[in-house]
């Protein structure tokens, strides 16, 4: 039986997936597992949104307007959305000025989701590449996924079908020694 940590060691982003994806069923078995990272005063401050068929065009245009972009480059930034099948679009819920809790602590919360939702997405077979880019704290961008006036964007998960059934290559380099200090 694979353990937590193998799994992790495992992990490796997918830049190209086929156009298979997780049904909200399966989707919401992994989150409730995701939903559970450090989270101080519970405030769950997150949310996902999925991103489906024609979201990925409406998102594909905001990217395109926030970069004032036309002709070929707003073609070019309009399908970046199109790279697979479901985006997962993380957001920040923030609590403003909360007591114990400050925004930078609630922020952490929800990359802590989405980095353990690509995590569970991977082991259970799906690619899965989070992404982000200059557009993504854009006005535009947040309106095209109805953000409210607390919410920030800090990213999508682009998620499908892994090519060939096959998982892409793991990393093999140790990086922990060189990135650990221990103070006595």
Known sequence: ?????????????????????????????????????????????????????????????????????????ARKLAGKPLRAPLLLAVVVVATLDHAKVPEWEQEASAAGVAHLLSLLLDEAGWGVMWRTGPYTRHPLVAEMHGLGPHERL???????????????????????ASRLTTLD
């Open 1 to 73: 039986m694979a353990t937590a940590l193998d799994a992790a060691l495992a992990r490796r982003s997918a830049s190209k997936v086929t156009d298979a994806a997780p049904d909200d069923r399966a989707l919401l078995e992994l989150l409730e597992g995701a939903s559970r990272v450090a989270d101080h005063a519970s405030l769950r401050p997150w949310r996902v949104i999925a991103l489906r068929g024609a979201a990925r065009e409406r998102l594909g245009a905001a990217l395109a307007a926030a970069a004032g972009a036309e002709g070929d480059d």
């Open 154 to 176: 800090l990213g999508w998960l682009y998620v499908g079908g892994l090519p060939g059934g096959r998982r892409p290559d793991r990393r093999t380099d140790r990086i922990a």
